[in-house]
């Protein structure tokens, strides 16, 4: 499968941004999906992930509140959108598939066997 990240972008402290994470290839059904987000000089970092029916979400303490994900099998459509965001939420954030069957909303970004390529989210204080 591969992934497409859009919809970053400049905003400012308290403002909302939505995200959106294309799949082609496969049908995005057949994936746990997650959002990761990386700053340079650290390690990528977890953000949000959802099940491949929707039914469950998890979520890092720091988003939690704040982001939501959700996903579109039939659009083959990913999203992250964020409200109330802080200067501290500014990375390129990423989408991922993981492909494990039998696992379900892992936080681990090894786990994700396919990546898009990024999206930037500046948020100025």
């Known amino acids: 499968v591969q992934l497409q990240a859009s919809g970053g972008g400049l905003v400012q402290a308290g403002g909302s941004l939505r995200l959106s994470c294309a799949a082609s290839?496969?049908?995005?059904?057949?994936?746990?999906m997650g959002w990761f987000r990386q700053v340079p000089g650290k390690e990528r970092e977890f953000v949000a992930t959802?099940?491949?029916?929707?039914?469950?979400?998890g979520y890092a303490d720091s988003v939690k509140g704040r982001f939501t994900i959700s996903r579109d099998n039939a659009k083959n459509m990913v999203y992250l959108q964020m409200n109330s965001l802080k200067p501290e939420d500014t990375a390129l954030y990423y989408c991922?598939?993981?492909?494990?069957?039998?696992?379900?909303?892992?936080?681990?970004?090894?786990?994700?066997?396919?990546w898009g390529q990024g999206t930037q989210v500046t948020v100025s204080s």
């Open positions: 290839g496969r049908t995005l059904s057949w994936y746990t």
């Open positions: 991922a598939a993981d492909p494990a069957f039998a696992r379900r909303l892992s936080q681990d970004s090894n786990d994700y066997s396919y």
């Open positions: 959802i099940d491949r029916s929707s039914g469950s979400t």
